[in-house]
């Protein structure tokens, strides 16, 4: 009986034909990837019921020879209870379904390998993606009033010496900006740049220079908040600028999102200029699953950089674990309205001991590797939980009548001499 259960598992144990050209139809919503498991609960489904009936004639017949001995026949019917629980519930170990999947003829299919990798399209931002703004230029839109502190850029042209007075200079805390030895200092604070501009050309005017030709800008606002940081974009699709607003970037690209910004600062700022930079890919991952035998599945979620291949995303958890086959696939979604499914199967033997490329498939952001479960130890394990509580009325009820023949045979309880 062992060699027909054997020779069944055998029969079916090849692996479906994942064909990369051949993307599965989507049947049911949730229909299963390894449908091979159909057939085998099929021959589990035949077994038990050839060992349930084979049991009960046994004990038929030993009845007829045997009948005094009530103890042997309740073990066979605990053994007919334990095949026939077997039996019942190994439905859920090996997810038994009504209907095999149905594959439909596609095109062909080309499919990025190591080799071979493709370049992934422009990137677009979404939450929750880190920016990077840098300010370059952040000027309030006149009139500006100035104030403690302010950096100045003033140039004077018609002094003794071209380029005498051409730089920045600070505002002091008295409000006075000091040109430099021979011309003092001249009060600008609470001025705007308009009338700052005429306050120096007549201070200029009355240490002696005839006409001298004046031009006062602010190199940068003190008193703004400063922008040179890491921005999250927010669940909103936003990134919070602070004071200056909230600017919508999700689904643009770098430079897309760059205009946007700087349209949004451009409210209070007098044409600022800014650079914009993806500090970390937070919003386009890919997921590795390890199936668990009957322990629990695992689920990792990794950022995808667009360099990944399958053994990169497996050496991310250190390698398949002790409970884990060498059956591995990436499924890959598309659009619902398309209604078929790509799969891609993974020669993992091939693929490390050979070092043979062919299926060592880029993974791109949506991917879901998988990585099977040893069969044999997930039957392990469900054998396991169905014959543990067995075990364990079978304890107590073993402990209990040992107590009572103690108590029977030594009803004034031990002597010790």
């Known amino acids: 009986m062992l060699g027909t259960v054997a020779f069944n598992?055998?029969?079916?144990?090849?692996?479906?034909?994942?064909?990369?050209?051949?993307?599965?139809?989507?049947?049911?919503?949730?229909?299963?990837?390894?449908?091979?498991?159909?057939?085998?609960?099929?021959?589990?489904?035949?077994?038990?019921a050839t060992s349930v009936s084979e049991t009960e004639?046994?004990?038929?017949?030993?009845?007829?020879?045997?009948?005094?001995?009530?103890?042997?026949?309740?073990?066979?019917?605990?053994?007919?209870?334990?095949?026939?629980?077997?039996?019942?519930?190994?439905?859920?170990?090996?997810?038994?379904?009504?209907?095999?999947?149905?594959?439909?003829?596609?095109?062909?299919?080309?499919?990025?390998?190591?080799?071979e990798m493709v370049t992934l399209p422009e990137y677009?931002?979404?939450?929750?993606?880190?920016?990077?703004?840098?300010?370059?230029?952040?000027?309030?839109?006149?009139?500006?009033?100035?104030?403690?502190?302010?950096?100045?850029?003033?140039?004077?042209?018609?002094?003794?010496?071209?380029?005498?007075?051409?730089?920045?200079?600070?505002?002091?805390?008295?409000?006075?900006?000091?040109?430099?030895?021979?011309?003092?200092?001249?009060?600008?604070?609470?001025?705007?740049?308009?009338?700052?501009?005429?306050?120096?050309?007549?201070?200029?005017?009355?240490r002696g220079l005839t006409q001298p030709e004046v031009s006062v800008s602010l190199f940068q606002a003190v008193g703004l908040p400063p922008i040179n940081r890491d921005y999250v974009v927010g669940p909103d699709g936003k990134v919070n600028l602070?004071?200056?607003?909230?600017?919508?970037?999700?689904?643009m690209t770098v430079d897309e999102a760059r205009e946007a910004i700087v349209e949004k600062l451009s409210e209070t700022l007098d044409r600022p200029e800014v650079s914009v930079s993806v500090l970390a890919y937070n919003s386009k991952v890919y997921y590795l699953v390890l199936e668990g035998a009957g322990q629990g599945?695992?689920?990792?979620r990794l950022p995808a950089t667009g360099n990944e291949t399958v053994l990169d995303a497996i050496s991310q958890v250190q390698g398949l674990s002790n409970v884990s086959s060498k059956k591995i696939w990436i499924a890959r979604p598309s659009p619902h309205e398309k209604g078929v499914d790509q799969i891609l199967p993974v020669d993992w033997v091939a693929l490390t001991r050979h070092g043979d490329?062919?299926?060592?498939?880029?993974?791109?952001?949506?991917?879901?590797?998988?990585?099977?479960?040893?069969?044999?130890?997930?039957?392990?394990?469900?054998i396991s939980r169905v014959t543990q509580p067995i075990e364990r009325v079978f304890g107590g009820v073993l402990?209990?009548?040992?107590?009572?023949?103690?108590?029977?045979?030594?009803?004034q309880g031990l002597r010790t001499f």
């Open 9 to 48: 598992n055998s029969r079916h144990s090849a692996s479906p034909d994942f064909s990369t050209n051949r993307p599965r139809a989507r049947i049911q919503a949730k229909s299963s990837i390894d449908f091979d498991d159909y057939y085998d609960q099929a021959d589990w489904r035949g077994f038990m």
């Open 57 to 115: 004639s046994l004990v038929s017949m030993g009845s007829v020879g045997m009948c005094k001995q009530a103890e042997y026949v309740s073990v066979s019917k605990w053994g007919i209870f334990l095949l026939f629980s077997l039996g019942c519930s190994g439905c859920h170990m090996f997810s038994i379904r009504n209907h095999p999947p149905v594959y439909e003829p596609v095109e062909p299919v080309e499919v990025a390998r190591e080799l």
């Open 124 to 206: 677009r931002i979404a939450p929750p993606d880190l920016l990077l703004i840098s300010a370059l230029r952040i000027v309030p839109k006149p009139p500006y009033v100035i104030k403690l502190l302010d950096p100045l850029l003033i140039s004077v042209a018609g002094t003794p010496f071209p380029g005498e007075i051409n730089s920045t200079y600070q505002v002091q805390p008295d409000g006075t900006v000091r040109l430099g030895p021979g011309y003092g200092g001249v009060k600008v604070a609470g001025l705007t740049i308009e009338q700052a501009n005429q306050e120096i050309e007549r201070h200029l005017l009355s």
């Open 242 to 251: 602070g004071v200056y607003g909230k600017a919508y970037v999700t689904g």
């Open 297 to 300: 599945d695992r689920l990792f």
């Open 357 to 382: 490329s062919a299926t060592n498939f880029q993974v791109l952001p949506g991917d879901r590797v998988f990585i099977s479960e040893d069969k044999l130890i997930a039957l392990d394990s469900f």
């Open 399 to 411: 402990l209990g009548s040992q107590t009572i023949q103690t108590v029977n045979r030594f009803p």
